[in-house]
């Protein structure tokens, strides 16, 4: 029988990171920083852990494997890698400024897919902005220029944040997250990271941490980008239970919820669910389990399942194919 099942997240030490994951998210660890907690995750770089019922210990991975991909849903069927990858991002400081490469370019030179990404701002300190794309149309030859003579950050678009905006990074925006922000990430399932600036600062090893900059002039958008921080659309047809839709393309659908009592999901054929909780706690009931998902916990739904309860007060984001 089909069950959902809790997913234990690898975290992730970066020098920018904080530890409100740790202190509010429930995230255990022994790491100086938690910078980032891969709640749902197949990649070789952190793989997610089933933390319950009889598959308990096991990689998802593992679990998704042969027969197991059913459970990813027809949407899946053709692919030969898990799509998604979901974090949740604690920003303490400035990420780099940075760009990620389209499909084309990543399978062409990486080797793997490329990294279209929407970001739901969990949380954000009073004043705290991000980057995204550029204030103006600049050429590649100036776009070089100010990375070299570090007067890039003249020319980038830095946009205030508060506490449920949201963002669509599409692969070739150039993007950085700011100090003072909590982030809910939902990417492609993909690591590539052709990082552009960063601020001079030095990595573990006491060196400047590496830039890809001849990769970035490949791939990077030289336009303005389109507007953004927007629901597209909110949906009212759940007793007890807010929902908007955040993102919809072709790698991804992401919705927000906001719970407030008993109301019924349903998962079909197609897609799995992933439920990541942002607030509150909130019961989930379906193929014969009872699973309680508090503050930071992610459940993964297989497609197939049919029809789920959630109970409870919570916030959440639910990801789909």
Known sequence: ????????????????????????????????????????????????????????????????????????????AD????????????????????????????????GEQGKTEM??????????????????????????????????????????????????????TLHAIGAGILICEVQQSSNLTYRVYDYGRLGADGKPRQLHIDKALDVTRLEVPPKTSRTLMDIDIFPHM???????????????GALQGDSAMHVGTDSFHCLTVLEGALKLSGGGEDLTLAKGSTAFVPAGLGTYQLQGQAEFILSKL
């Open 79 to 110: 692919l030969d890698y898990f799509p998604l990858l979901i974090k949740l991002i604690d920003a303490k400081k400035d990420l780099s400024v940075q760009v990620h490469p389209d499909n084309e370019y990543a399978w062409r030179v990486e």
């Open 242 to 256: 807010d929902v908007k839709l955040l993102a919809d393309c072709e790698y991804f659908k992401v919705y927000h």
């Open 1 to 76: 029988m089909l069950k959902p099942m809790l997913l234990k997240a690898p975290l992730k030490d970066y020098l920018w990171g904080g530890n409100r994951l740790r202190d509010e998210y429930g995230k255990e660890s022994d790491l100086d920083k938690v910078a980032e907690s891969w709640e749902l995750s197949c990649h070789e770089d952190g793989l997610s852990i089933v933390d319950s019922g009889e598959n308990k210990g096991k990689t998802l991975a593992s679990l998704l494997a042969g027969a197991g991909k059913e459970m990813l849903g027809t949407k899946a």
């Open 119 to 172: 970001w739901y701002v969990v949380d954000a300190e009073p004043g705290a902005s991000l980057i995204y794309g550029f204030k103006e149309e600049i050429s590649k030859d100036e776009f070089q220029r100010r990375i070299e003579d570090s007067t890039l950050l003249e020319v980038c678009n830095k946009v205030p944040v508060h506490k449920g905006d949201v963002f669509f990074i599409e692969s070739g």
